[in-house]
């Protein structure tokens, strides 16, 4: 058989999924080449620069929905998500997003006794994964996550690698009002992905006051620089009930949520003006839609309206991870 | 539409020895016969040194639809004119049937003889058949020698598996663990 012309190839390998793209690394040494060359081409960066959001939404029930929000306006509902509406009515909760996968935990089924797991998504592959529950300290049964975050092995060979990744949890004592950070006892859990399991906990140590859950935080609504900066973008007048910061793939995004009008995705991007150093800063309106027809696409009732649950989450996909 | 007097007449030789013989505006579909004949080279049999007989007549086909669809296309009513949805449902009915070594063949034509529409055909046949596939029914489709070790396939799996590739064909090779 006569091999099919390299440009013919190319061509179809920025075609095929992104998934699709990724297994077919694996045919030969010629197609991972390629796939490996294809970064480069003009057709390449058009086609998988991807941004996918997650959104949780409280349902009538009480549930919780997981969906997928993506940059076409395309939303869908993973049913294999389902949370439980838990005594702690924040959760799921601590959503964040690193290298283009999105973390957070929530209670999940009656069966599973109210609780608190983690799940990482994948808005490529479009599937989610429960992670095993955390260890719990033998003498605190009311340790609870505080603060999350997600990080990628950058001592590897290749730092892209990303299977390659761990799940730092800080966790506290509950309930606990916000005594000095000192005092707080906080205790660490790291989830390492090769073995597939929690290390053991340990207590937290600070080399000084520096509050590791505050720095969680990229940019709260209120952050200095930022709200000098740069005008928040003008969303018609829009009550604000919810609106959610979020700095991921080398951008800012904004989310805009009131309860009775719909949602707003902003995110800023960033241009190296070439003629002086300034760096530009604008508003990208990247989605909205009404929440009517956010109601719609849910198949939910208009009552739930009221029950419709801001968390939302912005998460952008790196470029290595969209070969995915 | 109406039999002109003469039309003229060119000669391709397919890679197995068998001539056809087109008209003019059939051949010139290919950019690169365009450009030979433009050139002058009226009287000779083309070769198509890569190209075999089933395939040729393949291409041909495609040609001569295509200068079927132009010819009229001066005229305002052309019966012919296709919208974007027929030109879509003709392709595909085009390349029905058409299995992975026809098309790899095809491919290979389409690029030697730069036409481009059927080569974007084959493109879309081709994306559509890897679609979703995995690595080992791609190599068995399309002939593709699987030239990586154990140990770098593993390596390439374990880069992009993530946590959720779970391949039907893929034994693990290395005996690592």
Known sequence: MDAIPEDALMEILLRVSKKSRCRCKRVSKEWLNLIISAKSSPLYSSSTTTTT??????????????????????LTVDDSLLFSYAEDSRSPYTIGSCNGLLYFCGSVG?????????????????????????????????????????????????????????????????????????????TISVFDSRRWAWKKTRPARF?????????????????????????????????????????????????HVCFKQGLCIWVLKKEDSSADDHIIYWWHKTYSVSMDDLMSMLSSSKDALNRFCPMICPYAVNEELSLL | MSESTEKKMVRLRSSDGEVFEVEESVAKVAKTLQDMLEED???AVIPITCVRAPILTKVIDYCKDQVMISSSSSTTNNPNERTEQERKAWGQKFMEGVDS????????????????????????????????????????????????????????????????ERDPYYKKRSSSK
């Not at chain 1, 719990?136 to 290749?158: M, N, Q, S, V, W």
């Not at chain 2, 974007?120 to 995995?134: A, T």
């Not at chain 2, 029914?137 to 992009?160: L, S």
Request: aromatic letters at 10%; a negative charge; hydrophobic letters at 40%.
């Open chain 1, 110 to 186: 009656r069966d599973l006794g109210f609780k608190i797991r983690y799940f990482l998504d994948n808005p490529v592959t479009k599937q989610s994964s429960m992670l095993p529950e955390l260890p719990i300290l033998e003498d605190k049964p009311d340790l609870r996550p505080a603060g999350l975050g997600l990080t990628f092995d950058d001592d590897d060979i290749d730092a892209s690698n990303i299977n390659n990744w761990k799940l730092v949890a800080f966790l506290q004592d509950h309930p606990n009002p916000r005594p000095s950070i000192k005092s707080r006892g906080l």
């Open chain 1, 207 to 255: 080399t000084d006051d520096s509050d590791p859950l505050a720095i969680a935080l990229p940019f709260p609504p209120a952050h200095l620089e930022f709200s000098v900066l740069i005008k928040l973008p003008d969303v018609d007048n829009w009550d604000k009930e919810g609106v959610l910061w979020k700095s991921e793939g080398g951008c800012l995004n904004y989310c």
């Open chain 2, 41 to 43: 080279c009226a009287d």
């Open chain 1, 53 to 74: 959001w997650g959104l949780v939404f409280k349902q009538l029930d009480g549930s919780m929905t997981f969906c997928r929000l993506d940059e076409q306006g395309r």
């Open chain 2, 101 to 164: 070594s026809t098309l790899c063949e095809l491919l290979v034509a389409s690029n030697f003889l730069n036409i481009e529409g059927l080569l974007n055909l084959g493109v879309d046949k081709m994306v559509s058949m890897i679609q979703g596939k995995y690595p080992q029914e791609i190599r068995d489709m399309f002939n593709v020698v699987n030239d990586f070790t154990p140990e770098e396939e593993e390596e390439i799996r374990n880069q992009n598996a993530w946590a959720f």
